[in-house]
């Protein structure tokens, strides 16, 4: 009798706003091989799905060989695990509903799973960082966009449909900031990337102080807080309200879901104590009593990209195996 031979490497796909990284994983959680494009500079979906599953299969047949490879993982912004598409994507290049996984198993002819990007980052910090050990938790992604994903008694949380845990597109300020996603006042307007930028434009339209902020074209986070430390009070007060918005987010998110810990990544979550700061006095402000200094707020330690492509990695191993190719 034949036995089937097992396969002991999957590939984990992260699609950002930003570039496109793939990369081979084996059954410990080994990164074999990686590589990656940059996203927009593939606007139409056909060549975008064309290039990915080129660059798979180049990749596989370069380590390996394909025949090892026993599925596919794809991290994605609004994408759900369970209709298997990107649905309305705010800040990718396609819009409306994308079969992302249905394209991509017909073009490579493997298994492909698709889910959420702040669930995959979630099964990443799970699996191999701040929240290994875990069964209750929040992870929140904070750069572009805001996402999030909790996990209960051990499992991650999709809710119907599976979007749930979308805190980014919860309101914060009535009649606020117009959101990517087409509501006003959403907390991601105010605490991801472009929110940040924006609070800058207005606490230096509020004051005639003298700011390193004022005249750079390319302001972004980064900079912002690079600025703080160089005591730079309007770059210090822009933190100081993103902290407090996002605290009062975090806060009505943890009082609904009673997490054990609070796991932050992504660009912004590196703008340190000047972000941190407000942000906790802001959270212990407004968590419900009976939780009020008992929910651990941390900053993820991983590697925000090869966290992500772990994450996709894990969904990986959870498709039932499939190939054109047995």
Same mark, same amino acid.
């Given at each position: 009798?034949?036995?089937?031979?097992?396969?002991?490497?999957?590939?984990?796909?992260?699609?950002?706003?930003?570039?496109?990284?793939?990369? @081979?994983?084996? @059954?410990?959680?080994?990164? @074999?091989?990686?590589?990656?494009?940059?996203?927009?500079?593939?606007?139409?979906?056909?060549?975008?799905?064309?290039? $990915?599953?080129?660059?798979?299969?180049?990749?596989?047949?370069?380590?390996? /060989? =394909? %025949?090892?490879?026993?599925?596919?993982?794809?991290?994605?912004?609004?994408?759900?695990?369970?209709?298997?598409?990107?649905?309305?994507?705010?800040?990718?290049?396609?819009?409306?509903?994308?079969?992302?996984?249905?394209?991509?198993?017909?073009?490579?002819?493997?298994?492909?799973?698709?889910?959420?990007?702040?669930?995959?980052?979630?099964?990443? %910090?799970?699996?191999?960082?701040?929240?290994? /050990?875990?069964?209750?938790?929040?992870?929140?992604?904070?750069?572009?966009?805001?996402?999030?994903?909790?996990?209960?008694?051990?499992?991650?949380?999709?809710?119907?449909? /599976?979007?749930?845990?979308?805190?980014?597109?919860?309101?914060?300020?009535?009649?606020?900031?117009?959101?990517?996603?087409?509501?006003?006042?959403?907390?991601?307007?105010?605490?991801?990337?472009?929110?940040?930028?924006?609070?800058?434009?207005?606490?230096?339209?509020?004051?005639?102080?003298?700011? $390193?902020?004022?005249?750079?074209?390319?302001?972004?986070?980064?900079? !912002?807080?690079?600025?703080?430390?160089?005591?730079?009070?309007?770059?210090?007060?822009?933190?100081?309200?993103?902290?407090?918005?996002?605290?009062?987010? $975090?806060?009505? =998110?943890?009082? !609904?879901?009673?997490? %054990?810990?609070?796991?932050?990544? /992504?660009?912004?979550?590196?703008?340190?104590?000047?972000?941190?700061?407000?942000?906790?006095?802001?959270? %212990?402000?407004?968590?419900?009593?009976?939780?009020?200094?008992?929910?651990?707020?941390?900053?993820?330690?991983?590697?925000?990209?090869?966290?992500?492509?772990?994450?996709?990695?894990?969904?990986?191993?959870?498709?039932?195996?499939?190939?054109?190719?047995?």
């Amino acid at each position: 009798m034949q036995t089937k031979e097992l396969k002991s490497r999957v590939i984990g796909v992260d699609i950002s706003n930003e570039r496109t990284t793939y990369a @081979i994983v084996d @059954i410990r959680g080994n990164i @074999i091989a990686s590589d990656h494009f940059p996203t927009w500079d593939f606007t139409d979906l056909n060549r975008f799905a064309s290039k $990915l599953a080129d660059a798979i299969v180049t990749l596989a047949e370069s380590n390996g /060989g =394909y %025949e090892t490879i026993r599925s596919i993982g794809v991290s994605c912004p609004s994408a759900s695990s369970t209709s298997g598409c990107i649905e309305n994507a705010a800040n990718l290049p396609w819009k409306g509903v994308v079969p992302l996984a249905a394209i991509l198993r017909d073009r490579i002819g493997q298994a492909v799973i698709l889910g959420n990007d702040a669930h995959n980052t979630a099964l990443g %910090e799970r699996m191999y960082g701040s929240a290994h /050990g875990m069964k209750d938790f929040i992870v929140i992604n904070l750069g572009v966009g805001l996402g999030s994903c909790f996990f209960s008694n051990g499992a991650d949380h999709k809710g119907f449909g /599976g979007y749930a845990g979308e805190i980014g597109h919860t309101c914060i300020v009535d009649h606020g900031r117009h959101c990517a996603c087409g509501l006003d006042g959403c907390l991601e307007a105010y605490t991801a990337a472009a929110g940040i930028v924006q609070t800058a434009k207005e606490v230096m339209a509020e004051s005639n102080q003298p700011s $390193l902020m004022r005249g750079q074209e390319d302001l972004n986070p980064k900079m !912002i807080a690079e600025m703080c430390d160089k005591g730079d009070e309007l770059a210090i007060e822009v933190y100081r309200r993103t902290g407090y918005w996002l605290g009062a987010g $975090l806060a009505t =998110y943890a009082s !609904i879901v009673s997490p %054990e810990a609070i796991i932050l990544t /992504g660009g912004v979550s590196h703008a340190d104590h000047w972000l941190l700061d407000p942000m906790e006095e802001s959270f %212990e402000m407004h968590v419900f009593g009976n939780l009020r200094g008992r929910v651990k707020l941390l900053v993820s330690r991983l590697d925000d990209r090869e966290r992500d492509v772990l994450g996709a990695a894990a969904l990986a191993w959870e498709v039932p195996e499939y190939s054109l190719f047995l």
